[in-house]
């Protein structure tokens, strides 16, 4: 299938692992991993894993941006990219032995608008993609109405939005299914209102709790995710059901059992560094254990 996953605001991302991090004193990591990220890229790996033929809309700058287009190449993702002269944000993280971990994001701040030169990437078949993901926020300074623009010129068979801040209603109202985490999707209500939201299929996550499917104010499914022993990297776990969700939706799979799979993959994810990866045994367990309640 072909896909496009919009990640607008990508990262390079350092990863180090420590036995035990303490703040304010010497730490020296155990181990360290740099990589493209953020949510884009993490869910377009995914999908490419998943044998897609995947494409990333995203916004790219100076050495950092570099990085991640070669990284992109390497991955067998293709890139439909704006370059623009400030410096693709650097991530760091730190992950210690408990399987906490803690990030430092730099920011990024676009001096002139990018919306409709992004658009300027897209190609004119309106079905020119089976499915779309749509994940994280637009740099600021971009300018609004990214994802509107996206879902109204394209029309593909499967649509997931993984946003919240920069998605108007009839955005939403437009997706196959909008996943995010609770917090998320109350912070959601606020800004638009219950009404607004009428209709449209939530998939809501709750970390390691159960994670629901809410339409119009009314929960319609509960899914218990499994029990995790070791947690190595939470990092790219919501990424990675996005990503699923996507692909399971494209195979034909309901709504709720493609929440279910797409929660047992995320769930996987969560054993294995660097983020969005997992093991296929990891998975298939993780399944049979990731429960639809009654």
């Known amino acids: 299938m072909r896909i496009l996953v919009v990640g607008p605001n990508p990262a390079w991302q350092k990863v180090m692992v420590f036995g035990e ?13 740099s990589m493209a990220s953020g949510k884009g890229i993490n869910a377009a790996k995914v999908l490419r894993r998943l044998g897609h033929e995947v494409t990333v809309l995203q916004i790219v700058g100076g050495i950092n941006g570099r990085r991640i ?26 992950a210690d032995g408990r399987g906490e971990t803690s990030e430092l994001i730099e920011p990024f701040r676009l001096s002139s608008p990018a919306v409709e030169r992004l658009l300027d990437l897209l190609p004119r078949e309106r079905d020119a993609f089976d499915g779309i ?19 109204e010129r394209l029309r593909p068979r499967v649509s ?12 939403f109202a437009k997706a196959t299914a909008v996943k ?7 912070e959601l209500e606020k800004r638009l209102g219950a009404p607004a939201l009428e209709g449209i299929p939530f998939l809501l996550t709750s970390g390691g709790g159960e994670a629901c499917v809410l339409r119009s104010g009314r ?27 996507a692909h399971f939706l494209l195979a034909g799979e309901p709504t709720v059992e493609a929440f279910r799979r797409a929660l047992a993959m995320g769930s996987a994810s969560c054993l294995k560094f660097p983020p969005a990866e997992y093991a296929e045994g990891d998975y298939q367990r993780l399944l049979s254990e990731t429960e639809v309640l009654p």
């Open 133 to 151: 993901a749509m994940l994280g926020t637009v740099p600021p300074g971009a300018g609004p109405g990214l994802y509107d623009a996206i879902l």
């Open 180 to 186: 995010m985490n609770r917090s998320e999707y109350g």
């Open 69 to 94: 287009l070669d990284a992109c190449s390497r991955m067998g993702l293709a890139s439909l990219h704006l370059e623009v002269p400030e410096e693709t944000r650097l991530c760091v993280t730190l």
């Open 160 to 171: 997931v939005i993984d946003a919240w801040q920069d998605v108007s209603a009839g955005a």
């Open 21 to 33: 991090f303490r703040p304010g004193q010497v730490n020296r990591a155990s181990q360290s991993l």
């Open 219 to 245: 929960t319609e499914a509960l899914i218990r995710p499994p029990r995790l022993g070791q947690v190595a990297n939470a990092i790219g776990a919501g990424d990675t059901v996005t990503a699923g969700l």
